[in-house]
């Protein structure tokens, strides 16, 4: 008998507080608009359950050697539609779920070369099994695309950042 991979891995519904809770790990790139790898990372998550969404405090280690930190704070305001806050973001982050698709708009400030320059994130978060999430996000400035981040989120602790 034949099984389809939806059948074996791909989910129908994505519950982000469900996916988000306890340890995570992810790995990433940019790639910019001419299609040149900039920046690759890992990370490690931690997730904390709210009572009405979750926390993730995530710690990153770039290619280059830097580390960065940061917090989300997402609330879910309705079965679909989530907030994000976090100090590098303007405003507040909108989500909106639909079956095993997150999609997120925000306007997020960037370091880039000793400035930060505020940019407008598409996200598009797709839960792909039980353990992993995959993310692409387009960034752009003016309308402008400047390039797209990619990221596989897994479920699970791991020692990439110390």
Known sequence: MRHSLADKACVKQFRPEEFFSGPLSASGMFIDRFGKVQRR??????????????????????????????????????????????????????????????????????????RRIKTRFQDMMVRQSEDIVLNRARVSKFGLLLGELFISFRRGPTDFVS
């Open 41 to 114: 990372f890992v990370a490690d998550i931690d997730c904390t359950s709210t009572e009405n969404g979750f926390i993730l405090d995530e710690s990153f280690l770039f290619d280059d050697g830097q580390s960065e930190t940061r917090q989300w704070v997402i609330t879910c305001r309705s079965g679909s539609v989530y907030e994000g806050r976090c100090a590098d973001v303007d405003g507040v982050a909108i989500g909106r779920l639909q079956g095993p698709v997150l999609h997120w708009r925000y306007d997020f400030f960037l370091d880039v070369s000793g």
